[in-house]
């Protein structure tokens, strides 16, 4: 893909380059996915209320002692107080989790954080499935357009020379300093890949190991993950790491500019520091 210089502001001497960064695909993908993944996360909340109790193995109820993660109510002098218990901590949520709004509902998660906002668990379990099948489907067509166009190999496998680059990678992001060039830097790299080859299949197996009729078909999946109880676990697990990877990803096009950000991820052209060798987009 060819570059072009464009001077960036009127009053700006010095020439500015944009290249082609984000193919159309890339940014199709990213978006859809992103929708994706805002109505699977407060639709999951919305079936995790339904039994905020995680455990570990194949067996979950009161006569096992395998629970990992309870979020509930219980009665306090006069009033009633969310309770979190986490790997044999106990914590007071309330106002959060446990008991929330203005009217101190006894729900695990608020109703602002999920969808839909009242407890209806048939609801939430066709969005649920529904987007589930949407994040399938994008992945599937972001991974045959990444092998055609090169993205993958190109932009997302590290080489030796992004290891050997980390450290400094990792200085100057703990410094707010940041490169604009064409490649994604060593951390961009990890962090992509470990999303898109790492936790979104995994977040897809372990919500395929839930899954009874999954299960019929693949009876050795839950057995993989450690039993049906611990692939839940997992997938809980797995969204939090998604959430913080959502916070922390805001956070750096905060950071590195986010004008240039969002126009790369928007139009796919994205302003580099100064020119270079181009490659495919």
């Known amino acids: 893909m060819v570059a072009r210089d464009v001077i960036d502001g009127a009053a700006a001497s ?4 944009l290249v082609y960064r984000q193919s159309a695909w890339t940014r199709a993908t990213h978006w859809i996915w992103a929708a994706s993944l805002f109505f699977l996360l407060l639709s999951g909340l919305q079936i995790f209320n339904a039994h905020p109790t995680l455990y570990i193995g ?13 979020i509930g109510a219980q009665k306090a002098d006069t009033s009633v107080v969310g309770v979190t218990k986490a790997l044999g901590l106990t914590f007071d949520t309330t106002g959060l989790l446990g008991v929330s709004g203005e009217r101190a509902e006894h729900r695990a ?3 602002w954080a999920t969808i839909p906002s009242y407890r209806d668990l048939g609801t939430g379990r066709v969005v649920h499935f529904f987007f589930a099948w949407v994040l399938v489907a994008t992945l599937g067509v972001w991974l045959v357009a990444g092998i055609l166009n090169g993205h993958l ?3 997302l496998v ?8 980390l450290p400094r990678d990792l200085a100057d992001h703990l410094k707010l300093k940041f490169h604009h060039t064409r ?3 060593t951390l961009q790299k990890l962090a992509y890949a470990g999303i898109l080859f790492v936790l979104l299949p995994l977040m897809i197996a ?5 899954s009874p009729g999954a299960n019929a078909l693949m009876p050795w999946l839950p057995e993989l993950l450690g039993g049906r109880q611990t692939a839940r676990t997992i997938h809980f697990v797995a969204m939090l790491l998604l959430v913080g990877f ?3 990803h805001m956070l750096m096009i905060v950071a590195a500019g986010p004008i240039n950000e969002m126009r790369s991820i928007v139009t796919g052209w994205y302003r580099i520091d100064r020119r270079e060798p181009m490659t495919g987009g």
């Open 58 to 70: 194949d067996q979950s109820g009161f006569e096992f002692d395998n629970s990992v993660l309870s």
């Open 14 to 17: 010095a020439p500015r380059t």
């Open 206 to 210: 372990t919500g395929l190991a839930m």
């Open 153 to 155: 190999r190109r932009d």
């Open 109 to 111: 998660f608020p109703a």
């Open 246 to 248: 959502f916070v922390i």
């Open 158 to 165: 590290p080489r030796l020379s992004d290891m050997r680059a």
């Open 183 to 185: 490649e994604y830097n």
